[in-house]
């Protein structure tokens, strides 16, 4: 038993007790120098340990309180100052920004060629910042200010839908950037610029007498690249890079996944069947050559810039005396009126005007579903060889109209017997033939035998 007057000290620093002669229990403690004395009223050490909780309670969560004010100042200040600190360290670049976001796991899947795109968007603003902010070196620096600047710039000297190409793009890369610490951006400059009304102009179709012309100034695999375009419909790309496994000259058709759909899943697989002005052409190629790709130098043109061959395409249109924009007026850059495209939308205008329904020019130029496409060539198979065949030789109008019209805006003669569009029907028939069997032959020969007689 403790000796009367003896202090009880507690292990937490929260007051003693002090026991009096009598056995009465004192509850003291001090606080911010101060001694506090109170009588607990009992002479049982846990009652009067309870009441010394009791009195303390206050001044233990005043001074707790104190003591957490304290530490989140100095926690502000630290936080202060490690931001000042990281504000002082180097950020991504703006040289560096196209690779940081290339790498980043949370863009956009984009296709090789959309890439390419990117990347010439973003060299073109890096080029704007250095000659119009030569002392910005990160990308945090680019302000909404600056953003609203550039887009005003690409107002001036671009198209509407070059434009918001541009800028749906700039909105998209800051997002992804956001979310990198290396290049601490704070904001996206770019969320409140606003795209432009874009104003449609579709491609026309030529006209025969065009075609014919076009088709008797160029040779070579431009001459093949034009001819593809004019019978099949594909877009440039799909011409370019048509390979020779999507060729099949005994069957007489081209099997492709236009690359405009290639990487969705719901890809579309177009079967257009090979005019015979067309299959008379491609065999004119050796067998050795019919391996990769059918257009070797075009491809690696395409595949290098497309632009080249799209403006080797504008140059033959316009060497032959077929304009190519459309003005819109002062201080709005022209349209676009015939361009490689143009072929595309004259296939399905030949095409209806020669009397082929709607729904088999669809199947053929890729508009409808894979299923459709397969039904449509595997159960009227006729019906689609029929509209492509329907289609007029325009090299033999080529040599009509140049028996007609002299040298015809500089573009050169064809023979004015039609005798070559006769050739290349039969070189396209040996070419079909070559690839038959014995059986195939004979059914063949029967046929031919039976015509004969008729």
Not at 26 to 43: E, M, N, P
Not at 309 to 330: H, L, S
Request: glycine share 8%; charged share 25%; with cysteine.
């Amino acid at each position: 038993m403790q000796g009367k007057g003896k202090k009880r000290g507690r292990a937490n620093g929260c007051g003693t007790l002090v026991e009096k002669a009598n056995g009465l229990y004192l509850a003291r403690w001090i606080v911010d120098g101060k001694t506090y004395t109170k009588s607990t009223g009992t002479h049982n050490r846990r009652e009067a340990e309870q009441k010394l909780e009791e009195y303390t309670a206050p001044f233990r969560l005043g001074s707790e309180k104190r003591t957490l004010e304290t530490f989140s100042k100095r926690i502000e200040g630290v936080a202060a100052e490690l931001r000042e600190w990281k504000d002082k360290q180097p950020a991504l670049s703006i040289p560096a920004a196209w690779s940081a976001y290339e790498k980043s796991g949370l863009r956009p899947d984009s296709g090789a060629r959309t890439l390419a795109d990117y990347e010439g968007y973003f060299s073109g603003l890096a080029d704007w910042l250095k000659a119009n902010r030569p002392d910005y070196t990160e990308l945090r620096e680019v302000t909404q200010a600056d953003a609203e600047a550039y887009a005003a710039d690409l107002k001036a000297n671009r198209s509407a839908g070059t434009y918001n190409k541009r800028i749906v793009f700039f909105r998209c890369m800051w997002r992804v950037l956001l979310k990198n610490s290396a290049a601490r951006l704070t904001c996206n400059p770019w969320n409140e610029i606003q795209k432009r009304e874009v104003v449609s102009h579709t491609r026309r179709e030529l006209t025969v007498e065009e075609l014919a012309r076009v088709c008797s100034a160029v040779d070579g695999e431009m001459r093949l690249l034009f001819a593809i375009g004019i019978y099949t419909g594909l877009r440039l790309g799909d011409c370019a890079l048509l390979e020779w496994g999507a060729v099949d000259l005994v069957r007489g058709r081209i099997v492709v996944i236009p690359r405009k759909t290639a990487r969705h899943a719901h890809g579309r697989q177009t079967l257009i069947p090979i005019h015979a002005t067309l299959a008379a052409m491609l065999a004119e190629i050796p067998q050795g050559k019919r391996k990769g790709y059918v257009l070797p130098e075009v491809a690696d043109m395409y595949k290098r810039e497309p632009s080249m061959v799209t403006n080797r395409v504008q140059k033959i249109f316009r060497d032959c005396g077929i304009k190519t924009q459309v003005e819109q007026g002062e201080g709005r850059k022209a349209l676009t009126d015939v361009g490689f495209h143009s072929l595309r939308h004259t296939f399905v205008s030949l095409s209806a005007n020669a009397g082929a329904p709607l729904a088999i020019v669809q199947a053929i130029v890729g508009h409808s579903t894979p299923a459709m496409t397969r039904h449509y060539f595997h159960e009227q198979e006729g019906a689609l060889v029929s509209a492509v065949a329907a289609l007029p030789d325009v090299t033999i109008n080529a040599a009509e109209t140049a028996q007609g019209a002299g040298d015809g805006a500089g573009c050169a003669d064809m023979p004015p017997d039609g005798a070559e569009g006769v050739e290349g029907r039969f070189r396209a028939v040996c070419a079909i033939l070559d690839g038959m069997d014995a059986d195939g032959l004979r059914r063949v020969a029967a046929e031919i035998e039976r015509r004969l007689k008729a």
